[in-house]
């Protein structure tokens, strides 16, 4: 059974770090691997989706990449503002599933 | 945390006809996200359903096409209408947990459309 684990659980940081979100996943048998946003009343917003014979994806100041032998994932987020201020989820998608969810790592950035 | 069922969890459905998805949630919750993940595509928000008011549509999809009835605090249904084969995809219902807590998410349900 594929389960999928992002760490750290919650992440504060000053404004302008730069910062690494992880995502562990037990069966590296997927198809693609995404990165979503999670902001209070405002469901979800897709960043970025990896497909499985893909290193890595880029988009602004966020970069993911995916090693799918080693069942590993990592976001990062470059020069932090306070607007980033949200919880990244991370999700596993395999065949005949839905995805597969991290529990994900809440971030707060503070000016 | 909130505990989500879903169903059907797959179905195999003839073109032209409608499906009807039920979302099930084991606490009171304000809002309720129905999603689609098209093949090899990332999640995609359908509507938000609140309680006693009509949904609200992203940009891309209608009413006529998804309806979607939210009669209580507990329960929503989301219906694909008129489906064709683009309709194949996996359409997931969403919870925020209470004081803006993650969202918890149903199992889904895998559509086809032959």
């Known amino acids: 059974k594929q389960e999928v684990t992002q760490i750290p659980a919650a992440l504060s940081v000053p404004e302008g770090e730069n910062l690494v979100l992880n995502c562990s996943f037990t069966d590296s048998a997927i198809y693609n691997l995404q990165w979503f946003r999670q902001d209070p009343g405002k469901g979800l917003t897709s960043l970025l989706l990896i497909q499985s014979s893909q290193r890595e994806q880029t988009s602004g100041r966020l970069n993911a990449s995916l090693d799918k032998s080693s069942g590993r994932s990592t976001l990062y987020i470059a020069a932090s503002q306070p607007g980033d201020s949200a919880t990244y989820l991370c999700?596993?998608?395999?065949?005949?599933?839905?995805?597969?969810f991290g529990k994900g790592t809440t971030l707060s950035v503070s000016s | 945390s909130a505990v989500i069922s879903q169903k059907p969890s797959r179905d195999i459905c003839q073109r032209g006809t409608s499906l009807t998805i039920q979302c099930q949630v084991d606490?009171?919750?304000?809002?309720m996200f129905w999603y689609r993940q098209q093949p090899g595509q990332s999640l995609t928000l359908i509507a938000t359903a609140n309680q006693g008011s009509e949904a609200t549509y992203e940009s891309g999809f209608v009413i006529d096409k998804f309806p979607i009835s939210r009669p209580n605090l507990t329960f929503s249904t989301l219906t694909v209408s008129n489906m064709s084969p683009e309709d194949s995809s996996i359409y997931l219902c969403s919870v925020e947990g209470q004081n803006n807590e993650k969202l918890f998410f149903g199992s889904g349900t895998q559509l086809s459309v032959l």
């Open positions: 606490s009171q919750v304000t809002m």
């Open positions: 999700a596993v998608n395999q065949a005949g599933t839905a995805l597969i």
